[in-house]
């Protein structure tokens, strides 16, 4: 990180009431196990026993719509500003977000159906903002030096020319995302589309989006944050905005919307009852549902990772409480998350079928090239391709309405979530097997081991123009571990 960047946060943090820590580097490769800053971290602040009551996100009401193409456009106005929110007991967090809350309003969308997102900036600090997983113009992707600078306005378009699922609006500014991601530039953008609610899955009430962050607060409940290459890890778990969160439930199936929005953070999840892992489907990944359900006990999910999962909580007596618990023991070690109370017995008519999704496959044959991309930690950066980020280079040029195959291979210890602009991708292999049964969807973010190789086969369609692709640990992105993809016509 450059002293102007450096500066720049240490302003903006001080005006949130965020305790700048600061930033460092070196030649060696971060530990995996504990990257860079976490050994200053506190012990788990986990409060107990579970009290704080779950919030669930607004759904945002549309601005208007208007024309002839009324019945095809939505539209929404958001204001990018400081606010407060009720994290712990106590006093209020000071945050930056979407409307002034975090997580930010969900904005709740039809297949087909174009959206308009003004976004204004009345913060202090330049931002862009990035629709993860969308497919859309390069002017409404989010480029991490398409600034909407303070005090002015930015139009996004949206066509929602994919399958239903769930996605993520977030802050992509140049050096600064992860800051500005863990202050409260986060929340849910939600596709439905007649082929899903057909299958009569859990829905209204029963069909919740769970942010998954961690953090640390200081003793007035104003937050710390760690800027350096290894990125934050936080001590305490926070879900939608809530530490120490509860929720009550119903004894009947439920649809959990899973984001990993942390800094570096890998979750490691099980639902367990007492000591006791449950079972539960995994119904949809990335870019929407799955071929079919998917029953585990347990589900790794990376920084810009979603996946729908459904519960079932019937077997459960009321008074049951279950924990959303995490196995991952990167320290500082978090177990659990939060817990579900059963609290009452409905009757339940949803359903998880069988049979999901179709999803388009391409095949190897199909591919019309190739490209390899290297990870790897040097002269004191993470980077990609022996390169870290320039915007004014192009890294590589692919035609669009053609195949391609791209070789991920990872020469570090560590994990990095992969997120490519633009499409959604399908995984050939991970480390040359199939990959698992979940992450055999549509995917735009991947796990690439440490010491190992993925392929993934995409078609650039829709656009041509620059896009980018880089790791989502967001410390290791704002220190550039990101290129540039030119697509041509």
Request: aromatic share 8%.
């Amino acid at each position: 990180m450059n002293l102007r960047t450096f500066a720049r946060i240490s302003i903006w943090a001080s005006m949130l009431g965020v305790s700048f820590v600061g930033c460092s580097g070196s030649n060696a490769e971060p530990d995996e196990s504990n990257e860079p800053g976490t050994r200053t971290q506190a012990a788990l602040t986990e409060e107990t026993p579970f009290t704080n009551p779950l919030r669930i996100p607004p759904v945002m009401a549309r601005s208007s719509t208007a024309g002839a193409a009324a019945a095809t456009l939505a539209a929404y106005n958001l204001t990018i500003k400081t606010g407060t929110a009720q994290m712990r007991t106590g006093n209020p967090t000071p945050i930056v977000g979407f409307d002034g809350i975090f997580p930010g309003p969900t904005l709740v969308v039809e297949r087909g159906e174009t959206t308009t997102v003004t976004q204004t900036n009345a913060w202090t600090e330049n931002v862009t903002i990035h629709n993860h997983g969308h497919k859309v113009a390069a002017e409404s992707d989010g480029h991490p030096v398409d600034y909407i600078t303070p005090g002015s306005s930015k139009v996004y378009t949206y066509p929602n020319d994919q399958p239903a699922g769930t996605f993520w609006y977030h802050d992509h500014t140049m050096d600064l995302t992860g800051a500005h991601v863990y202050n409260g530039l986060a929340g849910f953008y939600i596709i439905h589309d007649a082929a899903e609610d057909a299958l009569n899955l859990p829905s209204g009430n029963y069909d919740i989006p769970l942010l998954l962050q961690d953090k640390q607060f200081n003793a007035d409940n104003t937050l710390t944050y760690t800027s350096q290459v290894g990125g934050f890890l936080g001590n305490t778990p926070v879900v939608n905005g809530v530490a120490n969160a509860v929720h009550n439930v119903a004894n009947r199936k439920y649809r959990l919307r899973l984001l990993n929005g942390s800094d570096v953070r890998l979750w490691n999840l099980q639902l367990r009852a007492g000591t006791t892992p449950q079972t539960f489907q995994v119904i949809s990944s990335d870019g929407g549902l799955l071929q079919a359900p998917v029953s585990t006990t347990s589900l790794s999910i990376a920084p810009g990772e979603r996946y729908d999962i459904v519960v079932d909580f019937a077997p459960h007596a009321v008074g049951t409480s279950l924990s959303l618990f995490n196995t991952d023991a990167t320290a500082p070690a978090i177990s659990t998350l939060m817990q579900f109370t059963v609290d009452r017995t409905e009757t339940d008519t949803s359903a998880v079928p069988s049979a999901l999704a179709s999803i388009r496959r391409y095949t190897e044959a199909e591919s019309t090239g190739s490209a390899n991309i290297t990870l790897a930690f040097a002269n004191g950066n993470w980077q990609l391709n022996g390169l870290t980020y320039d915007p004014a280079r192009i890294d590589i040029t692919s035609p669009s309405n053609a195949v391609r195959i791209w070789t991920l291979t990872n020469n570090s210890g560590a994990m990095h979530p992969f997120h490519k602009h633009l499409v959604e991708f399908n995984v050939l292999d991970i480390n040359g097997q199939p990959p698992p049964a979940h992450e055999n969807g549509l995917k735009d973010t991947i796990q690439v081991p440490g010491r190992g190789t993925v392929r993934i086969i995409f078609k650039n369609e829709g656009f041509t123009g620059t896009y980018v692709f880089h790791c989502h640990r967001l410390g290791h992105e704002d220190h550039r571990m990101m290129l540039q993809e030119s697509v041509t016509p």
